[in-house]
């Protein structure tokens, strides 16, 4: 009745749990009352339907959902050695409740050693990554974890051996690892420290770094990002420290492909950083922005309660009057992690307000972003109409920004909004954002070519 979505009837209950009883109301009677006499509580459990409201107990489940159990007391299965016997629904219920409830397991475990790695104290990070990895040996996010950790706290043999054992369970299952997995098991490679200051090396090699990302060249930038943090932690500068590897974690969550992991370790550390700056404007906007690319890695792993948990923190230090740019960035990730778990209508509203925040703020390729994810929640929400104004809005801006990385995203979804509408021959369309004279194929309304001119060179002439 606590992971129940509503509330439950007794002749719910009686059926699903005592339906092969003489009396399955009498049964339900007597269980309840059972239960009333065990907690002390003669209020407890009463009436029809049975409610169980927050705060009449204290519940290891309830905790473990709102991220308030602590990391030591999480683990086991719900409801440990209950096999239920001539009640089906019930046995298919506790499976789908038990997968869950080790889903959240392992989710919390995965930020609580996060956090303690971050902190540096990697010994007890690797006892929890390891328990976490445990849980499910076919999580390649969980191994990559504890190998980081088995690294960070000294033990590169156990590490070595551990990936082994990761690369022989995977063969078994016809999975191929990623390179991710095996550059966690790696100890990183010592740098000299420069002759400079390392403010100023830190400083001009995060530049460096930055234009290597913005021109396409993501090792390069990678690796002058990895130095730059390295000059940044001798420079003893936390807010320095925060942003260089702010910009290496990004730069490994998005322009590296499998490197989500690592990118979340690098993170957090900057979180932990810059928590240890003075407390500023530029700290708060920093940390905000932190968590919002945290949360997006935890949406992207499927994580969707820690990624709502750091997407209240980030709202709470941007505050409603910060930074439009960020607040817009903010919207967005809470827009797609609502549209992930299915609640379209409520990302719809977080999605248009990201898009108008950042138009008014003149960050056109978020707008262009936000559009085009609140394209695909109202296609599935059924407003074909909508969906198709918002993917055409994302593509204008698209193409004005020169944004060829993100174009096919709302392509894609502008294809589905004309197939659900049966309108693929008169596909011919004009962006009304676009700033010269744009036609896209009139034939395959799915072309992903356009130029200045009447006809598209991907169709016959005249078409």
């Known amino acids: 009745m606590a992971l129940a979505e509503r509330p439950l009837t007794r002749g719910e209950l009686a059926a699903e749990l005592f339906g092969e009883a003489n009396d399955p109301l009498g049964a339900l009677r ?145 999975i191929v690892p990623s390179p991710a997995l095996r550059a966690a098991a790696l100890a990183p490679p010592a740098t000299p420290p420069s002759r400079l200051r390392a403010g100023v090396v830190a400083r001009s090699l995060l530049r460096a770094g ?66 240890t700056a003075a407390r500023t404007a530029d700290s708060q906007n920093l940390a905000a922005d932190i968590l919002r690319e945290l949360a997006f890695v935890d949406l992207q792993a499927g994580r969707h309660a820690s990624a709502a948990r750091a997407l209240r923190e980030a709202s709470a230090l941007a505050g409603p009057a910060g930074d439009p740019a960020l607040n817009a960035g903010v919207l967005a990730v809470r827009g797609m992690n609502e549209a992930d778990r299915g609640h379209h209508d409520t990302a719809v509203t977080l999605l248009a307000e990201s898009a108008q925040t950042a138009g008014l703020a003149g960050n056109r390729r978020q707008e262009a972003w936000s559009a085009g994810v609140m394209a695909r929640s109202l296609l599935l929400a059924g407003h074909v109409g909508q969906a198709r104004a918002a993917a055409e809005r994302s593509i204008g801006i698209c193409d004005r920004e020169r944004w060829n990385a993100f174009l096919p995203w709302p392509q894609a979804l502008r294809a589905h909004c004309l197939a659900a509408t049966d309108s693929w021959r008169s596909a011919s369309w004009r962006s009304p954002y676009a700033t010269s004279r744009t036609w896209s194929c009139r034939w395959h309304a799915a072309c992903t070519r356009t130029h200045c001119g009447r006809t598209c060179p991907n169709s016959s002439p005249g078409r």
């Open 30 to 174: 007597w269980c309840l009352a059972d239960l009333r006499r065990c907690c002390g509580d003669p209020e407890l459990l009463r009436g029809d339907p049975v409610r169980l409201t927050a705060g009449s107990l204290w519940l290891d489940v309830w905790a473990l959902q709102d991220g308030t159990l602590p990391a030591a007391d999480i683990g086991g299965e719900l409801l440990t050695g209950v096999e239920p016997r001539d009640c089906p629904a019930f046995g298919m219920w506790l499976m789908l409740a038990r997968g869950r409830c080790a889903a959240r397991s392992r989710e919390e475990l995965h930020q609580a050693a996060l956090r303690l790695l971050a902190a540096g104290d990697a010994e007890a990070a690797a006892s929890l990554a390891g328990r976490a990895a445990a849980q499910d040996v076919l999580d390649e996010g969980a191994q990559e974890l504890f190998l980081r950790a088995l690294v960070a706290a000294g033990h590169p043999a156990r590490a070595a051996v551990h990936l082994a054992a990761c690369e022989a369970a995977f063969a078994r299952e016809d």
């Open 210 to 275: 930055t234009a290597a990302l913005d021109a396409g060249s993501a090792d390069a930038g990678v690796e002058t990002l990895r130095r730059a943090g390295e000059e940044a932690e001798r420079a003893g500068d936390p807010l320095l420290h925060a942003n260089v590897l702010r910009a290496l974690g990004s730069a490994l969550v998005h322009s590296v492909r499998g490197f989500d992991g690592e990118g979340a370790v690098v993170l957090h550390r900057a979180l932990a950083a810059v928590r």
